[in-house]
């Protein structure tokens, strides 16, 4: 079974539209968030990180803190910008 199916349970029951929404929705949701976390923790160590190690420098622990808090405001914006936008 895809993850857009409905669950079967032997009989021909169909999900309600608002059901698929809603697990569409949550799928949406799981898939920004992992994309989200892949880009920060990408560009985040690429900027921050410059002698990679087995520890964090107290700069590069800054910056990679800073950096995450610019993306998640960044994207707190973006969002509601496009989700305050008359349809």
Known sequence: M???SAPSSGSSSQ???E???DQLK???AQ???EEFLETVRGKCF???ITKPGSSLSGSESSCISRCVDRYIEATG???RALFSSPR
Do not use: G, H
Request: aromatic share 14%.
């Open 77 to 79: 914006i973006v969002s």
């Open 15 to 17: 999900m309600s539209t």
């Open 19 to 21: 059901d698929f929404m």
């Open 31 to 33: 898939a920004y968030a």
């Open 46 to 48: 690429e900027k921050c």
């Open 26 to 28: 949550t799928q949406l």
């Open 2 to 4: 895809d993850s857009f």
